[in-house]
């Protein structure tokens, strides 16, 4: 893994949640393009791995989302041939903290230590894409479920779109984009994001200074 890209706003429902915000200043206009930021490696842990809740945030959201790996090296790809630059697609929690605000990038809501566990991957084969769906648990308890046919950009419209401007190496991993309306998790909780087809990826939040 080289480097996780990760959409805000590609759901319609976070779009719409949003939008009003968006005509307010300082840009008064809708984005045109893909709205982009990084989960930097600090950020990155496996199935099952404990993540620690910083001692200053009391929850996170779940983030369920899926991460579509590539497979070779993509630049200004056409639509219609995306798909076969990727490798394959794994279930990840894009976990953040709780914030409103769309007018800077969410880094320190984002890119605290662990806050992005990738679950296996599964090769790309005769999976779709954009019509997968994917689960959000607390403790087991279903908190969202929701359908990457919600996508605003389906995953070979974004690829094509953000290759327009920068190379996805082998590799790398995008994350299409995270519902609203995405359930809360405290210390002590287990969260589990779970795509049809695709796996599953579970971890326990800790307390800092909590024994593991």
Partial sequence: MKTVVGCLLNFRGAWAAMEPAMHQEPHFKPPRHPVLY??????WRRDG????????VQEVEVGATLGVVMGAS?????????????AGYAAV??????????????????????????GPMVPRGALQP??????????GVLG????????????????????????????????VGVPENM???????????????VGRVSNTLRAQGATP
């Fill in 130 to 139: 954009d019509a997968l769906v994917l689960r959000a648990y607390v403790n």
């Fill in 144 to 175: 969202a479920e929701h359908t990457t046919a919600e996508l605003m950009r389906p995953v070979a419209q974004l690829i094509a779109q953000i290759t327009d401007f920068m190379t996805l190496e082998a590799g790398d991993v995008l994350l």
């Fill in 74 to 86: 993509a630049s200004r790809v056409p639509e219609a041939d995306a798909l076969s630059f990727v």
């Fill in 93 to 118: 929690n894009d976990v953040t903290v709780p914030h409103t605000t769309i007018l800077r990038p969410p880094i320190k809501q984002k890119c605290r230590d662990g806050f992005c566990p990738i």
């Fill in 38 to 43: 990084l989960k930097p490696a600090n950020t």
């Fill in 49 to 56: 791995d404990d993540i620690v809740l910083p001692a200053d």
């Fill in 183 to 197: 359930p809360r998790a405290r210390a002590g909780d287990r969260m589990s994001v779970d795509i049809e087809g």
